[in-house]
């Protein structure tokens, strides 16, 4: 049974360009959370979803950022334009009602705005 | 401000001696505490998990100790291993809500010495 999968696994791109990170859940999963990790801060909670429906944004740093959940098994993090201070990884997780909790993170991916 | 912290950075035992982890929150309305392990180029992943009605949770070599009155928990490891190496996260969530909204530490990484 195939876990959380995240695209591309390591972005390196220039400070200005848009950037878009890809999750694919588990599969029967209804909620589906994006975060940041930095050395700072640890893991950081940017939004999460439900049933595809944006639930929290609270955590979404500034309008530069932005993330779709246009179906069940699909959601994107668009970072426009990109700075050098968003260089973290950033990982997806996914979680269904009843979990306790527990969420499954994919691998995440490595951005680095130069 | 983080709601929860750990505040050791890094930790070195030798192998078959004992890991303490620890881990302080300020909200007082968190009744449901998580640990996560990570590996480097892996995501987190669910280790051993207590509610708020417990003051003790054990899983094998893992036992999660909670303080409410001091907002303080504690993951033991006994013995330790050098497999344990990693990056270990602290998350907390409130209301019961078996969503899974978490909100994470900085993490400590733990090694483990042969």
């Keep these: ?114 | 401000d983080q709601q929860v912290k750990q505040n050791s950075p890094s930790l070195s035992v030798q192998e078959g001696r004992i890991s303490i982890l620890n881990c302080d929150y300020t909200n007082s309305m968190f009744d449901y505490f998580l640990w996560y392990k990570k590996y480097p180029a892996e995501g987190p992943t669910f280790l051993i998990s207590i509610s708020s009605i417990k003051d003790k949770n054990e899983d094998g070599r893992f036992t999660v100790f909670l303080n409410k009155s001091a907002k303080h928990l504690s993951l033991h490891i006994v013995p330790s291993q050098p497999g344990d190496s990693a990056v270990y996260f602290c998350a907390a969530s409130e209301g019961s809500s078996n969503t899974g909204k978490l909100i994470f530490g900085q993490g400590t990484t733990l090694q483990v010495k042969p």
């Design chain 1, 1 to 114: 049974d195939a876990g959380v999968i995240q695209s591309p696994r390591h972005e390196v791109t220039e400070m200005g360009q848009e950037v878009t990170l890809r999750c694919k859940p588990i599969s029967g999963h209804d909620y589906l959370f994006w975060y940041r990790q930095t050395m700072m801060r640890g893991l950081e909670l940017l939004i999460y979803f439900n049933n595809n429906v944006p639930i929290d944004d609270s955590g979404m740093p500034e309008d530069r950022f932005s993330a779709k959940m246009p179906n069940a098994s699909f959601s994107t993090l668009k970072i426009q334009p990109s700075e050098p201070r968003d260089s973290a990884v950033y990982f997806c997780a996914s979680s269904y009602w009843g979990s306790y909790n527990e969420q499954f993170f994919g691998p995440g991916t490595r951005l680095t705005v130069l």
